[in-house]
């Protein structure tokens, strides 16, 4: 068996945007960096943001983050970021002209899934998605409630051999 090298693992997350898998059919995912101010940072580390609202655009040829929460850091005094600013992503430009082909089609979006750090930086993950309609999302629940009561059966089932 092997073990797993401290590059292996998945960095933690500093915050996840859980309704996002909900709410879009997530295709093609692109990791980019921030431009962060200081006390942002901090913040971050300290656990103090959420992507609940936040949503990418390509703004004069550049990637822009709009809508994400960085809370005020504690120590920041006078030196504090505004907490729902606009903040530039850095990306290939590649892959900039890519997401705005992307989103000029009509129901798509650039949705942050995943902030965290890497290698002492802080990265978001981007996902490309198309909106899912009301039907999907039910499709989805319901998939989800089926395999919650099978994975339950399984428990029930394996625990009842145990005892015996």
Do not use: W
Not at 40 to 68: F, P, S, T
Not at 84 to 104: G, T
Not at 124 to 145: A, C, E, T, W
């Amino acid at each position: 068996m092997r073990m797993a090298n401290k590059k292996d693992a998945a960095p933690p997350p500093i915050c996840t945007n859980r309704r996002a898998h909900h709410q879009y059919a997530i295709g093609e995912q692109v990791e980019a960096g921030m431009i962060l101010r200081g006390t942002e940072v901090k913040a971050c580390r300290a656990g103090l943001a959420h992507l609940n609202e936040a949503y990418v655009q390509v703004v004069n040829n550049e990637a822009v983050l709009i809508g994400a929460y960085i809370g005020e850091y504690a120590g920041g005094n006078q030196f504090n970021h505004p907490t729902s600013r606009s903040r530039k992503l850095l990306m290939h430009r590649a892959q900039i002209d890519k997401m705005q082909v992307a989103l000029a089609q009509k129901g798509h979006s650039a949705v942050p899934l995943r902030l965290y750090f890497k290698d002492g930086r802080v990265k978001i993950l981007v996902g490309m998605g198309r909106g899912k309609s009301h039907v999907d999302k039910r499709d989805d629940i319901k998939q989800r409630d089926s395999q919650r009561d099978m994975a339950r059966a399984l428990r029930g089932r394996n625990r009842s051999h145990m005892v015996k």
